[in-house]
């Protein structure tokens, strides 16, 4: 299978989890909060904030023509209307260094992470939170829009969608970091208190629709001042296969996750897909298991396959495709190297039958700070030791790069 000559091999970051030191941001106090769930606080994460052109030049080196880097709202915007001059000339650099080593960067303006002013004026389920983003990603792209082809408004613009289905389904006392995906397990431990209203808890009735009109207001925005610029949206997008009596159920819970979200989407240029796993739904929508799976560090089945399943679902969006992210948690290399081979292999597929995908991007670049989980999950190409920052190439990372110097699979 030969890519089409223009598709991109990427891998993603977010600045929360790899930049360090982001002091400003809701996460960060939320980390610091006396009795936090939180593993650990996310420090100097990878110190990429300041060794980006060495991480930019490595990927570089290894054969990726792409790189998916977040904008950090809380740097660019700390005080309410306060724009840091500091902050839009760092992200120019970061920018440039891209476009130097050869890489085409993709922008995420909003990655889980947001000024933690924004909380205390009621955060994702205010109706002044879409104006202030929109906003934001005007200031954003005036500045910098010109250096970037790509960009994506809202990381998971459904992510409450989902924690809100796992609060719904399991009590709380089930939530474990070993056990249930991000966000879930201080979801969890909160039902029937006040939830922070940060992004990935506003799992409110208004949490998704704020979200959706974050997304259309900052995508009308980013068009007025650069036209040129491709905006898009990710949604996390399970593989939802039904155990016997459960079909309904699995297609609400699809629908609820994606079907809900196309109003709102149909006028953009891409939709980005991120997929882990598959999620087996039982009836009344319980989550049903499977005995002898294999697990990865994050709780979830090891389960390549269902990029695949989900991708054909995605291209009824009628838009072109781009897996933003795609990845496994694992300190056995060998089965990263695997998952991307079936994932690639099914991707594939779906290309020869004429589905529009055109990127994929590894989650994630660096092992790097997995928010409530720490330092712990392992999804990176590529190692870092974090007494030293020196970074380490795995094979997995050799192994997707020369797919993508080939650009196709061997």
């Not at 996390?236 to 996750?257: H, K, M, T």
Request: with cysteine; proline share 6%.
């Amino acid at each position: 299978m030969v890519f089409p000559d223009d598709f991109l091999w990427g891998t993603a970051t977010a600045g929360h989890q790899v930049e360090g030191n982001n002091v400003a941001s809701d996460f960060w106090a939320l980390e610091h909060t006396p009795g936090s769930r939180f593993a650990e606080p996310s420090g100097d994460a990878c110190d990429h904030y300041r060794l980006y052109r060495e991480d930019i030049a490595l990927l570089r080196d290894l054969g990726f023509t792409s790189y998916r880097f977040s904008i950090e709202w809380s740097r660019v915007e700390p005080e309410p209307g306060i724009v840091s001059r500091a902050a839009i000339e760092h992200y120019r650099d970061v920018l440039n260094a891209c476009h130097e080593l050869g890489v085409t960067p993709m922008v995420t303006l909003h990655h889980f992470t947001s000024p933690k002013w924004l909380p205390e004026l009621g955060g994702w389920e205010s109706e002044e939170t879409p104006d202030r983003f929109a906003a934001y990603c005007r200031v954003v792209m005036a500045e910098l829009g010109s250096l970037i082809p790509y960009v994506v408004t809202i990381n998971e613009a459904n992510i409450a969608c989902l924690t809100r289905r796992m609060i719904k389904n399991l009590p709380a006392e089930n939530f474990s970091a070993e056990q249930v995906p991000v966000g879930a397990d201080i979801a969890g431990a909160l039902v029937g208190a006040d939830l922070p209203k940060v992004f990935l808890f506003a799992v409110g009735e208004a949490g998704p629709e704020i979200a959706k009109r974050a997304h259309v207001q900052a995508r009308e925005a980013i068009r007025e001042v650069s036209p040129s610029t491709k905006v898009g949206v990710t949604l996390a997008l399970q593989d939802y296969q039904p155990a016997p009596g459960a079909e309904e159920a699995a297609l609400e819970q699809w629908s609820e996750n994606f079907d809900d979200f196309l109003p709102s989407i149909t006028d953009d240029d891409f939709l980005g897909v991120q997929n882990y796993t598959r999620a087996l739904v039982g009836p009344g929508h319980a989550p049903a298991t499977r005995e002898g799976v294999e697990l990865t560090q994050m709780g979830y089945e090891f389960y390549p396959r269902a990029l695949e399943n989900v991708l054909r679902r995605a291209a009824t969006a009628g838009l072109p495709l781009i897996v933003t992210e795609n990845g496994v948690a694992t300190t056995d290399d060998t089965r990263r190297v695997e998952f991307v081979r079936e994932a690639t292999e099914g991707l594939a597929r779906c290309l020869a039958d004429g589905i529009d995908v055109r990127g994929y991007f590894y989650w994630s670049a660096l092992d790097n700070y997995e928010w409530m989980f720490g330092y712990r999950p392992k999804f990176g190409l590529i190692a870092v030791d974090r007494a030293t920052q020196r970074r380490t190439v795995k094979d997995s990372a050799r192994f997707l790069g020369a797919i993508a110097k080939r650009n196709s699979l061997s």
